[in-house]
């Protein structure tokens, strides 16, 4: 193989794992997402852990973009490299020119800082970056930029952010996740779907972690035990919540509810929740298994038999699982 088809292969590859960091299967969903953002988002993506430390990630980072062309199979400077150096525990991501104004060093250092680090604390950098990167996502805006092929030619001037992300080991405190029994009791059972969900809000804004509350079901707890929450997921929940709270509509059905939003923002997925003895419960353990997320962050049903379908009798489903109004 001559090198110019090893450039070429390598330009194309959205994971580049010299330090071995990445299963194959985490690879593969990488490479999934990014041949995703590229398809949806215009957006290349190019993943790259390194073996060794540099002297300078950020120097490191930028001149990766210009030597592999990142972005160039957008038709411009659409290009972005995370670059993971696991040496000095340090990861970078690198915008190129034509998403500056779309992805900001503030934007990309706080990703990096409540999403990636601790998932990359508790050693899984694989779903660290792939959460990271879904985020990323979500922040890009409808409108679209005209591409370039940035100043003289090049990829990138610079812009990202450059943070300490410690593989494999415990961060600070701030990331715990029980809590007091005095937290604890805050968020227990309500006498309604909404005030569960408002109780559940108020999680969401004071970063509680505690898989142990008693507002979730017993089911939930459990789920929640091996499931790992960000800052950076919450923050996200929880401005989803608080705008769609306004147009909420309950449905109940003996010791069900559902508490569902409009169709005409996809984004905003329905919240189911039991009854016991003690008031309302959320059921995120359900809620997990039967509601999924498309690239652009829309809501489906992965399955249509479930006990929670009383609610959305006036909808019906096509075969992705997509809700539609019978009225239309």
Known sequence: MTAGCERSALDERAVVDQADLLSPQATQRIES?????????????????????????????????????????????????????????????????????????????????????????????????EASLELLVAERP?????????????????????????????????????????????????????????????????????????????????????????????????RDLEQSLSRAEVFEKGPLAVVRFPLDNRQWSPYFFERCEEGWQLDFSTMSRIVGFNHRNQWFFRTLSHPFMFAFSDWSFDHNGFGHSKDK
């Open 33 to 129: 997402l990014a041949h995703s953002m590229l398809k949806h988002n215009g957006v290349q993506l190019q993943v790259v852990t390194l073996n060794g430390a540099p002297l300078d990630i950020d120097a490191a980072a930028l001149h990766w973009m210009e030597e592999h062309h990142v972005g160039q199979l957008t038709g411009g400077a659409r290009g972005v490299v995370l670059m993971v150096d696991p040496v000095s525990e340090q990861v970078r991501v690198e915008i190129g020119y034509d998403l500056e104004g779309v992805f900001s060093d503030v934007v990309v250092a706080r990703i990096e800082h409540d999403q990636m680090a601790p998932f990359f604390a508790a050693n899984r950098v694989g779903d660290g970056i």
């Open 142 to 238: 409808e409108n679209e930029v005209v591409p370039t092929l940035g100043m003289e030619g090049r990829y990138s001037g610079g812009g990202g952010a450059v943070t300490t992300v410690p593989i494999d080991k415990p961060l600070s405190p701030e990331f715990s996740g029980p809590m007091s029994e005095a937290v604890r009791n805050r968020f227990i059972p309500q006498a309604t779907p909404l005030a569960a969900l408002e109780c559940y809000r108020q999680i969401l804004e004071e970063h509680v972690k505690d898989a142990e509350l008693r507002l979730y079901t017993p089911a939930t707890r459990e789920f929640f035990a091996s499931w790992l929450v960000t800052d950076a997921q919450q923050n996200n929940e929880r």
